[in-house]
């Protein structure tokens, strides 16, 4: 089986420690190829899913997109050394070269992938590394659902819609948050 392996410090991070934040564990967490890909791929799924226009749910703008974008860059300053070598990949996936296309999936998918993403953490990672990921997901769709409208988008207070509260609430029960 084809292994990858993912020391969580921060030189994976590719940022020094600094003041405030843990020192780095001296464990290793061993995830698979696909293992790895799921946690890393997350993210950008659920930044997509929640962006998305539905039934009930408020059309997006540009700045929706760039509130999610904001949140999954945010996980470079997360005192999760897990959370950080994810964003460390995710950046690092984006330096020109080709990149296998993703099926962007439905609502039942990326449900699953969660829950998918919540047992691989379950088995892989330490519970304190497991939970700030899952809550850091939770947080990409979140500020997505937020995020104040584009101009001409009419959402009275910026208020979240009961679609999109559903929508995160179902993505929470996903991750195992609540």
């Known amino acids: 089986m084809l292994a990858m ?39 950008g799924r659920v930044l997509v899913a929640a962006a998305a226009p539905g039934p009930g749910r408020t059309e997006r703008g540009v700045l929706a997109g760039l509130a999610g974008l904001d949140a999954v860059a945010a996980g470079r300053a997360s005192d999760s ?7 460390a990949a995710i950046y690092a996936r984006h330096d020109g070269a080709p990149q296998p296309v993703e099926r962007l999936t439905d609502l039942v998918d990326l449900l699953a992938a969660c829950r998918a993403a919540s047992r691989v953490l379950g088995r892989r990672a330490d519970p304190a590394d ?29 208020a979240i819609s009961p679609a999109d509260r559903r929508f995160l609430g179902r993505l929470g029960a996903a991750l195992g948050l609540g």
């Open 5 to 43: 392996e993912v020391s969580m410090s921060h030189s994976v991070a590719g940022e020094p420690p600094s003041a405030g934040r843990r020192a780095a564990p001296l464990t290793t967490a061993v995830y698979s190829a696909a293992e790895w890909d799921l946690l890393t791929g997350l993210p």
């Open 81 to 87: 050394d897990l959370v950080r070598a994810v964003v």
């Open 130 to 158: 497991s939970a700030a990921y899952r809550q850091w997901v939770q947080s990409v769709a979140a500020r997505v659902c937020r995020a104040v409208p584009s101009p001409g988008e009419r959402r009275p207070d910026h």
